[in-house]
């Protein structure tokens, strides 16, 4: 009887991690936005402060773009690349609470960077992200209050 209720347990129990397999296979990103491991990313072409454009992102149920891997370099890259020819863009990083400790807009830890040369420079109030105006690649931080346009991100839910 032990073994028959084992057997019964096990097998509801591989059921139903298949049937959550099934269900985040059909969980996919909003029209307009980018499917990247479990995150979307959408380009906002608006042109906003760092401020204003996380308030948007937020508006879309996610925040500025956080990195944290080449592979998200690329991805965001890409799309930008695919939406416009400018090469600055806004993404969730800031150190404007306290000088030279970076945090992203969604909580994540930052721990990964793909700072310029010479960045982060910390000049007066440039504590902000974007994507390098240089050659659309790297990391600088700058002063929040320009427009430019932006990429949020949200997980998968």
Known sequence: MLAVSLLVC??????????????SANISCPT?????DD???HFVDTTWTWARAQKHCQSKGGNLASVHSVADILEIQWIIH????????????????EENAWLWADGT????TYWC???????????????????????????CYQLLPSICAKTLQ
Do not use: Y
Request: charged share 20%; glycine share 8%; proline share 4%.
């Open 10 to 23: 096990a097998t509801m129990a591989l059921t139903r991690a298949n049937g959550d397999e099934n269900l």
């Open 32 to 36: 307009n936005w980018t499917q990247h």
């Open 39 to 41: 995150r979307c990313f």
């Open 82 to 97: 695919n939406n416009t020819k400018k090469t600055q863009v806004w993404i969730g990083g800031t150190d404007c609470q």
């Open 109 to 112: 830890h930052f721990k990964f």
């Open 117 to 143: 040369p010479g960045k982060p420079d910390n000049p007066l109030k440039h504590c902000c992200l974007q994507i390098s105006s240089r050659d659309g690649t790297c990391w600088e931080d700058s002063l």
